[in-house]
């Protein structure tokens, strides 16, 4: 049996792996990288905005449709490349 929206799953597994982000840094004294596969399609704003100022202190590899609407900064320090028919540009 299922239990919560797919957007409160969602959430519960960021915090699982925020959670197992946290015990690495102490354990091991540095961050692992952090890959998040579309992540942002099922959080409401609040939880989008805390997500993304968390991952301002790790490395992280994240894929998504609509970047634009995650309003990342222009002096992030981020580099963003758009993949189109197979083909892959920086942005």
Do not use: M
């Amino acid at each position: 049996r299922n239990y919560g929206s797919q957007g409160q799953q969602r959430s519960a597994l960021l915090s699982l792996k925020l959670s197992e982000i946290e015990y690495i840094k102490d354990e091991k004294g540095s961050s692992p990288i952090l890959l998040l596969d579309d992540v942002f399609s099922e959080l409401d704003k609040s939880r989008q905005s805390f997500l993304i100022s968390y991952i301002k202190g790790v490395q992280v590899i994240l894929t998504c449709t609509d970047y634009e609407s995650l309003n990342l900064k222009k002096d992030a320090d981020c580099n963003i490349y758009n993949v189109i028919n197979g083909k892959v540009y920086k942005k």
